[in-house]
């Protein structure tokens, strides 16, 4: 099997590194948890640094392998965190339907993006707990639009709790993976044309057919 960091092998044709960020307890974990073993606790645990997960899928014809990083929200992690902004392929961008100022603190986020990955990488706006948003929201969907258009990304509403849009926002962030890289290259072929090394550092595997016919991200 193919190692992150090498080209085409083993069972997959590329390798994705995902790092899903956003404040503590808006449903981080329980979002990667949900997709890569199916379940749901009710009481999860806050991450402590970082929590790495695989899963594997298909998109176009195409074994993607992805690697999250499920960032913790605490400030007091965040100079840890940091590092592992370098060489990822997309962003997950995480907040509460049911706390507002998780909404909020968005704009924070994405200015660390900036900051720490590189310029033009692919991200999805992500609202948690859907389930709970229908008695109890906070956020409206029209402006949890509004806001990933003008930062010229796509925006979906998941429950980790009821399984609702769980792959589908996994399948939406490789969509859009993949369009930046027919567009212009991608994060992901700088990365690797940029020489990150070390297991943490994922590039991507060439692929024998770079042609696309999915349409733009947002």
């Not at 083993?10 to 956003?22: C, L």
């Not at 008695?135 to 998941?158: D, F, G, L, P």
């Amino acid at each position: 099997m193919a190692k992150a960091g090498s080209t085409v092998g083993g069972d997959y044709d590329y390798i994705f590194k995902i790092i899903v960020i956003g404040d503590s307890g808006v449903g981080k974990s329980s979002l990667t948890v949900r997709l890569s073993e199916d379940v749901f606790y009710k009481d999860y645990a806050s991450t402590i640094a970082i929590d790495f997960r695989m899963y594997q899928m298909n998109y176009m014809d195409k074994h993607v392998r992805l690697q999250i990083w499920d960032t913790a929200g605490q400030e007091r992690f965040q100079s840890v965190a940091t590092a592992f902004y370098r060489g990822a392929n997309g962003v997950m961008l995480c907040f509460d339907l049911t706390h507002r100022p998780s909404f909020l603190h968005i704009e924070q986020w994405m200015e660390r993006v900036k900051q720490q990955a590189l310029p033009g990488i692919p991200c999805l706006l992500i609202g948690c707990k859907s389930d709970g948003a229908r008695t109890n929201r906070q956020v409206t969907r029209e402006e949890a639009m509004a806001w990933a258009t003008q930062h010229k990304m796509s925006y979906i509403e998941t429950s980790a709790k009821e399984k609702e849009n769980v792959q589908q926002a996994f399948q939406q962030i490789t969509k859009c993976i993949f369009n930046d890289m027919k567009d212009h290259g991608g994060a992901a072929q700088q990365s690797s044309r940029d020489g990150a090394s070390g297991e943490r550092n994922v590039k991507l595997g060439a692929s024998k057919n770079k042609k696309s016919k999915e349409s733009s991200c947002c």
